[in-house]
């Protein structure tokens, strides 16, 4: 029996090898691979194969090597369908099979991460395609409120409105953060909080409401002072206090909040977005020379007497900066900054048909310098008038080198508005102004006198009424 039961132990199958725990998969074949896609002479579409056969590989390998691997060939893959313009794939990357089975034996911090980081490679990659970043943070939602993963879907909300400010969907984006700052209250996620009023302020904004603008801007500073934030996020900030700082016409304030975020910016060499920060320095220096030579006021008041000349903005363009930052934006703001220094509409107006993308683009700048037009088309008109009690209409449109009947229609709103004293003779086609007269003090103290009488007679009949009734 004995001999038995050793014959049966030595003829069994040998035991396997306890693998040890701490033993890494080998993972050389995907290392490979991924490498194998740094070849220069590959083209995007032939590199997307590659990268695939990685994500979905049999082995199903997912130890902390080659989830590392796979990880770096999500983003890889990224890359490859944004430089061959698939954009339909980048859509269903991240939510379709291909990364389903890599999402499913990762962490969710992991996943939350390397989603995040998908959505801003996207951004990055493909700024123009707004329509497909948006129709990305959509799925993730989905998949998101699927997956019951709070966190990240409440991240992925507040991109999307963030995306759809961008595509001016100002009500769709609002509503959407009006939901998502509700929920985050509850939470207290103050970095979250930062971001999500932070683009409610810029859709506000967007929306000219500048007194909610400025409260939730508010609301984004009180949360980021009690955190740690990163320097690119606080740039965000500091751009969005010059911007409102801007509309307010208060241009030494907002170009302070400029340079800040700018300097910030250009230590983080960042140029993206430093550029639109210089021009928007370089705008606030244009306006707030015009506003010392003109009299302009932030709402379009005029005095228009002046014909100095205080646009100077060579310091900015001139030095390492100005060199650094050279191209066709710098150039732009350096024309405007030219003709609003000669107050020429001609030359002004050759400027914005020249440089339509870079002037026309960002809302801030579009919107001052259509205020811009409008002052130095006041202006213009004022110094053209002054010398004159009566000139005929075509005279002026001549002067000004503009159409008739734009310079009629403005010189109507001129006199409606209050700045100046005349009335247009159309059938004449002629233009008459008066003199600026001094008020009659004796006539405004005369009818103050009757108003305060009138207010003295109604109190003694509404008192002789009820002592009339109390009689009866």
Partial sequence: ???????????????????????????????????????????????????????????????????????????????????????????????????????ANVTKAKCAKVVRAVLDQVCALAPEELEMQAQICRNIIEWCQAEKRTFLRQRVEAKLALVLFQQDKYGEALALVDNLLAELKKLDDKQLLVESHLVESKIHHGLRNMAKSKAALTASRTNANAIYVAPALQCQIDLMSGVLHCEEGDYDTAYSYFLEAFEQLDQLDDREKAVPCLKYMMLCRILDGLSKALGLSAKGATGIRSDRTEVDISGMITGKRGVKYAGRDVEAMSAIAKAAATRSLKEYEAVLVKYPHELQDDLLIKHHLGTLQEQLLESNLIRIIEPYSCVEIEHVASLIDMPLVVIEKKLSQMILDGKFNGILD?????????????????????????????KVVTSLFSRSDALRSMMI
């Fill in 1 to 103: 029996m004995a001999e038995q039961m050793d014959t049966d132990s030595t003829t069994g199958p040998p035991p396997e090898p306890i693998k040890p725990e701490d033993e890494e998969e080998d993972t050389t074949d995907l290392s490979d691979l991924l490498e194998s896609t740094n070849d220069a002479s590959l083209t995007a579409s032939a590199k997307i194969p590659i990268l695939t056969s990685i994500l979905n590989e049999p082995s199903n390998r997912y130890g902390p090597a080659a989830s590392a691997i796979k990880e770096r060939a999500v983003y890889a893959l990224t890359r490859a369908y944004c430089e061959d313009n698939r954009h339909d794939e980048v859509v269903s990357l991240l939510t379709g099979a291909t990364c389903s089975a890599f999402f």
């Fill in 426 to 454: 159309q059938g004449k086609g002629q233009l008459v102004v008066y003199e600026d007269a001094d008020s009659d003090k004796a006539m405004e103290k005369g009818l103050k006198v009757i108003e305060n009488m009138d």
